[in-house]
Nanobody
Framework: VQLVESGGGLVQPGGSTRLSCEAS???????????MGWYRQAPGKEREVVAIITSGGRTNYADSVKGRFTISRDNAKNTVYLQMNSLKPEDTAVYYC????????WGQGTQVTVSS
């Protein structure tokens, strides 16, 4: 499985952006049954889970992003999304996607920098 994240960049505090993660070299049926997650790693910190979505669409969020971020998925496209609103400087990190158990190889991630 290959995971490719995109959509990061420089965003002003209070702004929004949407991340995408496409899984390739995998069938739709395998992708669709997996719980998927978004993770982030800030400089000098360990990677942490940000949001999880089940195969049925139920979601769970880290307290730090609850009410601001929304995870979603399109199984037909083998893609998971992260809508990020009301961004704060502390959201600055490299964002990755993977299964909820981190069972696939990590992609390169996408950098999100929140700064004025």
């Amino acid at each position: 499985v290959q995971l490719v994240e995109s959509g990061g960049g420089l965003v002003q505090p209070g702004g929004s952006t949407r991340l995408s993660c496409e899984a390739s070299r995998i069938t739709f049926s395998i992708f669709s049954i997996n719980r998927m997650g978004w993770y982030r790693q800030a400089p000098g910190k360990e990677r942490e889970v940000v949001a999880i979505i089940t195969s049925g669409g139920r979601t769970n969020y880290a307290d730090s992003v609850k009410g601001r971020f929304t995870i979603s998925r399109d199984n037909a496209k083998n893609t998971v999304y992260l809508q990020m609103n009301s961004l704060k400087p502390e959201d600055t990190a490299v964002y990755y996607c993977n299964t909820a158990g981190s069972s696939w190889s990590w992609g390169q991630g996408t950098q999100v920098t929140v700064s004025s």
